[in-house]
């Protein structure tokens, strides 16, 4: 079914593609485009593990060796497609039983053209209608109206919490789309991209079991542990709107970003998953990152003329850095919060990622791990947990204006 889009793709991309394959290195005048790229990136294996093996910072650990080993075109790449027959979950499923498939439950299609408006068309509703993690207790969260609140998973219209309704050899089974946990809803309209911070997946998780606490419980709304070392570290919902604005990916600082890194990091993620038992589209999977990428357009950047602008490079622009208001990682002693997140042996390199700024208003959990519920309590001159001491000298007067600005981050 993919091979004619592969081959229209290929076409598309075909100066890049024989770049790369060293055929006609001669004949590429320019740099390649980032569409270019991302057609070259599906239709080319060794295009992908090299971008793979470019972005990993510490090959040594466990999320970098278990990509090493698998992603090739014999184990992962021979996977089956995921891209089910599916449709979202709406308000009218609550408390109903398990929905019977019909003419309207369709996979998400991939013939569009290889365009920036129509792949970002494309990438937004991969982003809150594909099924991207399959999740069994998730039923407990259907029982009844009131059941989405409980465990912070937002209604806006018909739509519940960015769920999705799959059709799997199985049965029907329940998965999150991106949407899940990576969307707002407020008075002044959706925010998608933007961390929903008061999903509680561990209480998710527990309610499935029939209440019985695990260490789950611990980790509060918001967050999540997604390392399989045996080490209780969650860490804080991402904000997907400023990715691109990222030196790194993940809070650990794991993967070096750009596009081409995005777009292998949110392939693999499918896989793991899904337990290595599928991957998604390549198309899909570059129309997403295409469309991460966009969603830094609509934050705001710094207002150099505010009063507090001065404040703002002497206190936060040594690391978070305009326009982007991200920058270099940071060594765990130097930022000193809590560094399980980034000694985990499954993600660690030893530093932290400075997230961006844009968008932090949005935000209702700050640090790798959470620690903190708000702007106003990080600079809380009286706070002692949580290590992040900038900001914490200022005066009354200086921190409400500085507070003032990175309100106006939206």
Do not use: K
Not at 8 to 21: E, K, S, V
Not at 150 to 169: N, S
Not at 275 to 288: K, S, Y
């Amino acid at each position: 079914m993919l091979e004619p889009t592969l081959r229209r793709l290929t076409r598309a991309a075909r100066p890049w593609t024989a770049l790369a394959l060293g055929l006609v290195a001669a004949c590429a005048a320019e740099p390649p485009t980032d569409l270019e790229r991302g057609a070259t990136w599906v239709a080319d294996a060794a295009t992908r593990r090299e971008v793979l093996e470019r972005s990993l910072v510490n090959p040594d650990n466990g999320y970098s060796a278990l990509r090493l080993e698998r992603y090739t075109e014999d184990l992962w790449g021979a996977l089956p497609v995921w891209n089910p027959r599916a449709r979202p979950v709406v308000v009218g499923d609550l408390g109903q039983p398990v929905p019977t498939p019909d003419a309207g439950w369709r996979p998400i299609g991939l013939d569009v053209p290889w365009e920036d408006a129509a792949l970002a068309d494309l990438g937004a509703r991969v982003f809150t209608d594909y099924p991207a993690q399959v999740e069994p207790a998730l039923w407990v969260a259907l029982t009844d109206a009131d059941a989405p609140a409980r465990f912070g998973l937002w209604i806006d219209g018909d739509r519940v919490g960015g769920l999705v309704w799959a059709e799997t050899p199985g049965g029907v089974q329940l998965a999150f789309s991106c949407a899940s946990c990576h969307a707002v809803f407020g008075d002044d309209g959706p925010r998608l991209g933007a961390p929903n911070h008061a999903f509680d997946y561990g209480a998710l998780l527990d309610a499935s079991r029939g209440g019985v606490h695990t260490s789950a419980s611990r980790w509060g709304p918001g967050r999540v542990d997604v390392t399989p070392d045996d080490v209780a570290n969650p860490t804080v919902i991402a904000d997907l709107r400023a990715v691109r604005f990222a030196e790194r990916l993940n809070r650990a600082a794991t993967l070096d970003n750009d596009l081409m890194a995005l777009t292998a990091r949110l392939e693999t993620a499918v896989i793991t998953n899904s337990g290595q038992a599928v991957r998604p589209p390549r198309e899909l999977v570059f129309a997403l990152a295409w469309y991460l990428w966009s969603l830094g357009d609509d934050l705001a950047e710094l207002d150099e003329a505010a009063p507090a602008a001065a404040l703002y490079r002497r206190e936060c622009g040594g690391c978070h850095l305009p326009p982007g208001l991200a920058g270099p990682p940071i060594a765990l002693a130097e930022v000193g919060t809590d560094p399980t997140v980034g000694e985990s042996p499954w993600r660690g390199t030893g530093a932290y990622q400075t997230p961006s700024l844009r968008g932090v208003v949005d935000r209702a959990r700050l640090l790798a791990a959470g620690g903190v519920d708000s702007l106003e309590a990080l600079l809380d001159p009286q706070r002692t947990e949580g290590g992040h001491r900038y900001g914490q000298t200022l005066d009354d007067a200086e921190r409400e204006l500085l507070l003032a600005l990175l309100r106006g981050l939206r």
